[in-house]
């Protein structure tokens, strides 16, 4: 986030303490409960959402070196996304042109080159076919149309964006991100280090799990022994971009910032910023690193979710001791959620399901709630973000 960005946030922050204030939506939302449940909507999203338009797959950090690579299966098709010697990113479907094995699994780095597990065909970090076991066998076959298929990819402010769908479409990050790209930017995501990334599966909708970290109104009651102490979760900052949206809850240090002239202000250290890049990223700035959830629809129905939760840091973990740090982070972070918001929000699905009431209430006090789901059902309808 820019400096001059920081100073405005920081005041607009003190002064919402002061005044007992929080961000406020015009009016109260009523959102239909349909958005939960509903199957036809659901198959909808996987297709408009999870097919035909980009996706923050992962940040730069995740493959930072030539051979670097890591593969999703959580969108229901595989995708490799790999580092090429000239350090650009490419991705593809993960899928052997001989008969359709996967060539890769999981993540790995410094791969030279992927060998199909099932006959051996090899394909280079750019896709190429590069080698077919028996070749004769396969008599005058075009190597240079059976490399693996790309899929769109860019690659800009430190994420990377597929379209889980080959084609020529190029992607705009500046345009998907609305306003959000220079403040983005300024964090200089790029430089930060992978740590661990976990998948979770849960029985909730996808867009439920989003909810999750929408508003900070559930804090002090719902996380009154875990993190309400660390953060005020009364007074928030909230600012739509398109359909992307940035939520500021300060942390309860930030009463530090009183003593000390602007200039010497150091915001970011005592903010959580939660960031939707819609619409099923979830990044959130954690004062001194970054996690990330990237939720998918999961199952036949509308649900159940799975999950890749990432903590990327500011510097890769060399030591014993700061890994052990930044374990106690992921741990606390999975924690909460875990033990708190998620077995919440499944009884809420179940209760979604139950026909006690057709629509919920989001208040003029989460207003992220309102804009995230009111970006949602404009999507749907094609309205432009
Ligand atoms: S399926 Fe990949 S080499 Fe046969
Ligand atoms: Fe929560």
Same mark, same amino acid.
């Given at each position: 986030?820019?400096?001059?960005?920081?100073?405005?946030?920081?005041?607009?922050?003190?002064?919402?303490?002061?005044?007992?204030?929080?961000?406020?939506?015009?009016?109260?939302?009523?959102?239909?409960?349909?958005?939960?449940?509903?199957?036809?909507?659901?198959?909808?999203?996987?297709?408009?959402?999870?097919?035909?338009?980009?996706?923050?797959?992962?940040?730069?950090?995740?493959?930072?070196?030539?051979?670097?690579?890591?593969?999703?299966?959580?969108?229901?098709?595989?995708?490799?996304?790999?580092?090429?010697?000239?350090?650009?990113?490419?991705?593809?479907?993960?899928?052997?042109?001989?008969?359709?094995?996967?060539?890769?699994?999981?993540?790995?780095?410094?791969?030279?080159?992927?060998?199909?597990?099932?006959?051996?065909?090899?394909?280079?970090?750019?896709?190429?076919?590069?080698?077919?076991?028996?070749?004769?066998?396969?008599?005058?076959?075009?190597?240079?149309?059976?490399?693996?298929?790309?899929?769109?990819?860019?690659?800009?402010?430190?994420?990377?964006?597929?379209?889980?769908?080959?084609?020529?479409?190029?992607?705009?990050?500046?345009?998907?991100?609305?306003?959000?790209? !220079? /403040?983005? @930017? #300024?964090?200089?995501?790029? %430089?930060?280090?992978?740590?661990?990334?976990?998948? $979770?599966?849960? +029985?909730?909708?996808?867009?439920?799990?989003?909810?999750?970290?929408?508003?900070?109104?559930?804090?002090?009651?719902?996380?009154?022994?875990?993190?309400?102490?660390?953060?005020?979760?009364?007074?928030?900052?909230?600012?739509?971009?398109?359909?992307?949206?940035?939520?500021?809850?300060?942390?309860?240090?930030?009463?530090?910032?009183?003593?000390?002239?602007?200039?010497?202000?150091?915001?970011?250290?005592?903010?959580?910023?939660?960031?939707?890049?819609?619409?099923?990223?979830?990044?959130?700035?954690?004062?001194?690193?970054?996690?990330?959830?990237?939720?998918?629809?999961?199952?036949?129905?509308?649900?159940?979710?799975?999950?890749?939760?990432?903590?990327?840091? !500011? /510097?890769? @973990? #060399?030591?014993?001791?700061? %890994?052990?740090?930044?374990?106690?982070?992921?741990? $606390?972070?999975? +924690?909460?959620?875990?033990?708190?918001?998620?077995?919440?929000?499944?009884?809420?699905?179940?209760?979604?399901?139950?026909?006690?009431?057709?629509?919920?209430?989001?208040?003029?006090?989460?207003?992220?709630?309102?804009?995230?789901?009111?970006?949602?059902?404009?999507?749907?309808?094609?309205?432009?973000?």
């Amino acid at each position: 986030m820019q400096r001059a960005m920081q100073i405005e946030l920081g005041r607009q922050l003190l002064s919402t303490l002061d005044e007992r204030r929080t961000a406020l939506a015009e009016t109260i939302y009523r959102n239909p409960v349909s958005d939960y449940i509903s199957a036809e909507q659901v198959a909808l999203e996987r297709r408009r959402f999870f097919r035909e338009s980009p996706l923050v797959m992962g940040l730069s950090g995740d493959l930072p070196q030539p051979g670097d690579f890591i593969t999703n299966d959580l969108l229901g098709l595989p995708i490799l996304i790999v580092r090429r010697d000239d350090g650009q990113v490419n991705a593809f479907l993960n899928v052997c042109r001989h008969r359709g094995s996967k060539v890769a699994e999981g993540c790995g780095s410094g791969q030279k080159s992927f060998v199909c597990p099932y006959h051996g065909w090899s394909y280079g970090r750019d896709g190429r076919l590069l080698g077919i076991t028996d070749h004769r066998a396969f008599g005058e076959i075009d190597r240079s149309a059976h490399g693996l298929r790309a899929l769109p990819v860019k690659e800009e402010y430190g994420l990377i964006w597929v379209r889980p769908m080959p084609g020529e479409a190029s992607i705009e990050p500046r345009g998907l991100l609305g306003g959000l790209a !220079p /403040e983005l @930017a #300024a964090y200089g995501f790029d %430089r930060y280090a992978h740590f661990e990334t976990r998948v $979770l599966q849960r +029985r909730m909708n996808w867009k439920l799990v989003v909810d999750t970290f929408l508003e900070a109104y559930h804090v002090p009651i719902l996380h009154r022994k875990t993190i309400a102490p660390l953060i005020n979760g009364r007074s928030t900052v909230f600012d739509p971009h398109n359909g992307n949206l940035r939520m500021v809850v300060p942390r309860t240090t930030i009463d530090e910032l009183r003593a000390l002239p602007e200039d010497r202000w150091e915001l970011l250290q005592h903010i959580a910023v939660i960031y939707v890049l819609f619409p099923n990223v979830v990044l959130v700035w954690q004062g001194d690193h970054i996690e990330t959830w990237r939720v998918y629809p999961a199952g036949n129905g509308a649900d159940e979710s799975v999950m890749h939760v990432s903590l990327y840091t !500011p /510097e890769p @973990a #060399a030591t014993e001791k700061a %890994r052990a740090h930044w374990d106690r982070n992921m741990d $606390l972070l999975l +924690r909460t959620v875990e033990r708190e918001d998620f077995p919440l929000a499944e009884a809420m699905q179940r209760g979604f399901t139950s026909g006690a009431q057709d629509h919920v209430n989001f208040g003029r006090n989460e207003p992220a709630l309102a804009h995230y789901h009111g970006a949602i059902r404009g999507a749907l309808l094609g309205l432009p973000l």
